[in-house]
């Protein structure tokens, strides 16, 4: 989620809440044993969404499968997706290091705990096959699922965690977002999305989507989201230049956080500074920009290029680096620049972002730029490698 304070208690940090997306089944009749299929990508959206995509898709091709989830009782899986319609199974976490270290030694005990909790999830749905995307959840489940049931491995990073890495090895399929990504058998599939990302249609929506904000109908506007676990920086940065934001007759929509206060000074007669807690619409966030600054978590990135946004990316200065690579296609392409954190400040947004968000014709060429870059039909590429590894095919029978 990569994660994204956009994120509320009934919405998503990507996308939307709600039940899954109603979309017309595949055409072909539906025949033999349905599936049962465990998805594991509980503790951010980052791992959440992607796993919420595959399920929508999954249910596309096969209408009669059953998907369950597996998370946590703390993980934000548990605000994310029930509201999406999907059941949750819940196991004990096991909070693991990024790389092998003598911390993980010190885990048995938990880890045989919550893998035993897995198996016994899996053995009262009858799952056909686990699809992991990482984080706390997948490495219990791999281990639940490994001689017993079919497992897939996606990773949306160029560097996997230490979950995937063992997962890899145990997989039956591995798919992953981008080439190069050091996994065995690794496919590329891309990110799964969500159609009502994939599909959208920001200019379609631009006049809904600034009423809905309470934003200039015309002035030229800056989206701005930092994730749970970053976004103080960017609030600091981006509220700290306010006046001139206002001055360039720029549009701010800007989600700080639920757990964040921003107070921003308001300038009569100037383009609104609209702070928000999250975003329950990032449809209508995404219509509503012209431009988006933000972090550069996997699923972030590959929304916004899928979306066609130019974007400023400001990767969190954590873990090992992957944020910034995870930005690194869309700047090369000419779709994105990239700030490190450290960087951001009132001064460096006044200097980079509003002469960028003011050039209607540089912002034209990298939203085209943007475009292609990613994977749209990732989820049902996914679903179809998922269904496969299960015996299954998408259109019926085994």
Do not use: W
């Amino acid at each position: 989620m990569d994660k994204r304070e956009a994120a509320a208690p009934a919405a998503t940090e990507h996308p939307l809440a709600g039940a899954p997306e109603q979309v017309a089944p595949a055409s072909e009749e539906v025949a033999g044993p349905a599936p049962t299929v465990v998805v594991a990508g509980g503790g951010t959206a980052g791992h959440i969404e992607p796993a919420l995509a595959l399920a929508d898709a999954v249910m596309r091709l096969r209408p009669d499968a059953k998907v369950v989830a597996l998370g946590t009782p703390k993980g934000l899986e548990n605000k994310l997706v029930p509201p999406r319609g999907y059941p949750l199974e819940l196991i004990p976490p096991v909070p693991l290091p990024r790389k092998p270290t003598t911390e993980l030694l010190r885990l048995p005990r938990k880890v045989r705990d919550s893998v035993r909790c897995a198996r016994e999830v899996l053995e009262k749905v009858g799952a056909d096959v686990v699809v992991g995307f990482g984080g706390y959840v997948s490495l219990s489940a791999y281990l639940a699922a490994r001689g017993r049931v079919p497992i897939v491995v996606h990773e949306a990073n160029q560097s996997p965690g230490l979950a995937n890495r063992v997962g890899a090895r145990l997989a039956k399929r591995v798919a992953v977002a981008v080439a190069g990504t050091p996994l065995p058998g690794a496919e590329v599939v891309g990110i799964p999305l969500r159609q009502a990302i994939t599909a959208l249609d920001r200019s379609a929506l631009r006049a809904e989507a600034r009423r809905h904000f309470g934003l200039d109908r015309d002035a030229p506007t800056l989206l701005v989201f930092g994730g749970s676990q970053g976004a103080q920086s960017i609030n600091a940065a981006v509220s700290g230049a306010a006046k001139e934001l206002a001055d360039a007759g720029v549009g701010v929509l800007h989600a700080h956080g639920p757990k964040n206060t921003l107070a921003v000074q308001e300038f009569p007669g100037r383009p609104s500074y609209v702070p928000v807690p999250y975003l329950e619409r990032m449809d209508l966030a995404y219509a509503a920009a012209d431009v988006v600054l933000c972090r550069s978590g996997a699923m972030t990135v590959a929304e916004v290029s899928a979306v066609g946004l130019p974007a400023v990316f400001v990767p969190l200065p954590h873990g090992n680096g992957e944020q910034a690579t995870n930005a690194r296609p869309a700047v090369q392409a000419g779709a994105a620049l990239l700030v490190e954190d450290a960087e951001l400040t009132p001064a460096k947004v006044v200097k980079e972002v509003i002469p960028l968000v003011t050039d209607h014709e540089r912002v034209a060429r990298m939203s085209a730029a943007a475009v292609g870059l990613g994977h749209g039909a990732a989820d049902e590429a996914l679903a179809r490698i998922v269904l496969q590894a299960a015996g299954v095919k998408p259109g019926g029978g085994r």
